[in-house]
């Protein structure tokens, strides 16, 4: 009987992650590691990543240390390593391995992980510079592929593929703008994840909505709660900011109208259990005599 080779051994444990079968991965990349292949340091690597499909980011960190040992200047390894910290909420570990992946080989997706775990331990400006960082070399990235393929007939098209594959950074760059209070410039980044028709939810078009409400654009923040509860009629955000702007304005019909939705939608006990703590106790007692006015009056008209 034939027996296996390492290179046979990784290949098949690669194989078994393709089809997330990580486990029987991890058994092939040992069988392959013990046969002290040339290529360890990659084998140790893919063994880090089966384990941390596996959630098992510490023992994941301690191949991705193997390869880093074996080869220092194995960008992919400190990358995944920050991956692994990132998880375990070890956020100053996590930047730190980014750093050196950076250094070592620059591009989009690092600079976007660095930005977000920057964003998590609380340094906003930081993130917002590695997700304009993210930004421009996702353009750049672009512009070479366009040149490389000859499309350079396609060059005014070039921005709308640009804005599809930044959508999320300049989503998450959004949402740090408005941490710094940054309110125009979160509004512009937000369009930008929307116009580019990636990934677009309700709870885009409802932060955008409050940055609009910062910057005193009432019927802008207005439209978009409106597109918001028409992408998703569940997101109850909407409901509850619409109300406040009604409520506000002394659109007590609007309030009605907003505060039955939400009675269909989630049920009248809802009203108790949440709508009610977004107001004081004068302003919800206020809302619910107008509430029964409206009923009355209602009821009064359908009997004439």
């Not at 939705?261 to 005599?289: P, Q, Y």
Request: hydrophobic share 30%; with cysteine.
């Amino acid at each position: 009987m034939e027996t296996k080779s390492a290179k046979n051994w990784h290949k098949e444990g690669f194989n078994w992650s393709k089809r997330k079968e990580y486990q029987k991965a991890i058994e092939c990349y040992d069988k392959a590691i013990a046969l002290k292949p040339d290529n360890v340091a990659d084998i140790c690597c893919n063994k880090g990543n089966a384990l941390y499909y596996l959630g098992n980011y510490q023992e994941a960190i301690k191949c991705y240390d193997k390869t880093i040992e074996l080869e220092p200047d194995n960008a992919d390894a400190y990358y995944n390593k920050g991956l692994a910290f990132g998880n375990l909420g070890n956020y100053n570990e996590s930047i730190e391995c980014y750093d050196k992946a950076i250094l070592l080989k620059p591009d989009h997706t690092k600079y976007r992980q660095r930005g977000d775990k920057k964003f998590d331990r609380g340094d906003k400006k930081g993130a917002i510079e590695d997700y304009t960082k993210a930004i421009e070399i996702n353009c750049i990235d672009n512009l070479v592929t366009l040149r490389d393929k000859d499309y350079w007939q396609e060059f005014t098209k070039t921005l709308g593929l640009l804005e599809h594959n930044n959508s999320d950074t300049y989503y998450w760059r959004g949402v740090a703008k408005m941490e710094l209070q940054d309110y125009s410039g979160a509004i512009d980044d937000y369009s930008k994840a929307i116009d580019s028709g990636i990934g677009v939810s309700a709870s885009r078009y409802s932060f955008r909505g409050g940055a609009k409400l910062r910057i005193n654009d009432i019927e802008g923040a207005i439209q978009d709660y409106l597109k918001a509860i028409e992408i998703d009629v569940m997101f109850y955000p909407s409901y509850e900011r619409l109300l406040r702007i009604h409520y506000d304005r002394k659109e007590y019909t609007q309030v009605i109208k907003y505060l039955d939705e939400i009675v269909k939608m989630f049920g009248e006990d809802f009203l108790e259990l949440e709508t009610k703590h977004g107001f004081s106790e004068k302003e919800w007692n206020e809302i619910l005599l107008n509430r029964q006015a409206l009923e009355k009056e209602k009821r009064q008209n359908s009997n004439t």
